[in-house]
């Protein structure tokens, strides 16, 4: 298989969601010694922005999305540690903590944003569900991480995505971390009024807003 | 004279639903469900059953899930306020309530969703009383204007304090049970009292899939104890946090009400438990839950026909809508999921006023959903034979000029055969216009002031009410809690 065949088959097997598939292609890639971040480039990442349009057009839902999401990072799983053997680091496009906040032990949401942002480039640490607000802190602080992300379905836990904002300011990081904010009961109004720096409605604006922030 | 048939929707053959329960045995003795919660745990193992405490998992029999079904009783005894008026929760019969807990209110003057504050939840407790097809209230509104530690004891404090009917309602935190229960023993006049005349039920849901929290096990248990009937809320959605079909969604849902049962009677053999839920189809274009979809009320009907064959009561949470405000998707979801709850013969419905996927209530559409719960009430009083003959003695005679109007058999039975809506539309074109081309939404909002003026509150007497103070005011101190926000009327 040239590597034209393959870069081909990357993005098929992305756009399709077949995981395995998916996984063999980065074993072959590591096989035939190409470069791993140009296979990325060239073969995954178109695959995944073709589902991002398909999303867009209506013709892929949130099953196809997420399972192309999912094999994308199952193919980051097998490229990473050769990455790192080599001493590249995989192109990222920033470091994200994200969780559900205390109290709240939702996550669906938050999952889809988390594998999205994920599948677009961006390194994501997930925290889980009903994390404890001063472990985002800690994590974006112990990972050097450019964004956080809270996610709150109650209207009753929300508030804690207030309190994480607060928390920043007075350990005086306003400013270093860009705080995003989801979730059914939150809006633009509520991400103005705490002064988070983004708000999203579904995964898919997470994942534009991101990428904003991040100046691309 | 020829009987009545009450008329029946059932989506599942016999077969279908044999099939559903078997799977659900074998997933809660081969899979296991999750309790986290130590009591429970504990009795899940005096009770033989194997625990693995590591990850808080039981394998629950099917001796023992079958030996709890039939210790559970079929028919629960609500009862109002004065311990007089009597609900049977269990049967065909059918009762609705206002949808609970939601965390916005529709305002009508500006059809803008805020944050309801006290004042909103006792006009939504008056209405609730008031409305003649709601056999029960709900604790339906989160109050905004207290701290969110003691909004469930608030929202109880306001509903008994405002309306004598039964209320359905539920804890937010382990602590809320003990003041929510003093307040019902106080109303009641002692604990005896009140687990023989029950006058409420609490909610519990799981966790999809298959995982008790501490909290909800916690309620089962509680209430179990008290004698208060338990309403299991099972909410998968399907394809996010159940299987993707109705039928897989429904193995599901019996198995974490199965499990729901267990508890309860393990806590206390023969406690009063509902078959109940809220799931949903899952929307895989928008991620969104809504109630108002015909797959979700297809789960709701096919789950409670399951429950009836049980031999359990049921409750669902149908005639609620999805819409953000009093528009026609607000009526037809409302409508739809009404009339199908009541041709199921889902013993508590709990749905109206509610919208926007159970995050927003509505004064206006409370009244609006008041008629189609009339409607749906009326549909399953089914068609009767009234007179032997049935009509053809009406027509002995007829000529050209023969009309009804007048005759007295239409003056004996018109009222008994028909019924007259409030604020439903049954003018003519022009009457309509002279009144001011006015939509239901703002009929609804002029029903609301006119019901809120000249229906007296059905206000508790003052030394209950003093006593329900005391406990409201302990609980909020435990809180931190120093004041709490004034009630006018």
Known sequence: MNKEEILKRMRTAIVEGNKDETEALANEAIKQKLDLNDVIDKGYVPGIEKVGDLWEKGEYFLPELITSAECMKGAMKVLRPELEKAHVSARSKGKVIIGTVEGDIHDIGKNLVASMLSANGFQVIDLGADVKLEKFVEKAEAENADFICLSALLTTTMLGQK???EMLKEKNLAGRYKVLVGGAP???????????????????VAVRITKKLTGE | MIKTVRPKLEFLSKEFIQKIIEEAHEILEKQGVFVENEEALKLFKEAGMRVDEQTQRVYITRQLAEDSLSSAPSIIRLYDRTGEKEFIVGKDHVHFDPGSAAITILDHKTSEERKPVSEDLVKFCRLTDCLEHYDFQSTGIVSSDVPDLISDSYRLYIGLQFSAKPVVTGTFRVEGFKPMHDMLVAVRGGEENLAEKPLAIFDACPSPPLKWSNLTTQSLIDSAQAGIPSELISMGMTGATSPVTIAGTL?????????GVVITQLAKKGAPVIFGGSPSSFDMRKGTTPMGAIETMMIDSAYTQIGKYLNLPTHAYMGLSDSKINDSQAGLETGIGAVMAALSGVNVISGPGMMNFESCQSLEKLVVDNEICGMACRAIEGISQRDEPIAKNLFEGFTQETQFLTMPHTRKWYKEEHTFPGIIDRDTYDYWV??????IADRASEEVDRLLKETPPSLLDDDILQELRKIMDSDAKACGVSSLPEIKL
């Open chain 1, 163 to 165: 309190k994480v904002v």
């Open chain 1, 186 to 204: 939150v809006n633009q109004k509520w991400a103005d009024d705490i002064g988070a720096n983004g708000y999203g409605e579904n995964a898919m």
């Open chain 2, 434 to 439: 002279s009144l001011g081309k006015k939509s």
């Open chain 2, 251 to 259: 193995v599901q849902h019996v198995a974490e009400n199965l499990s």
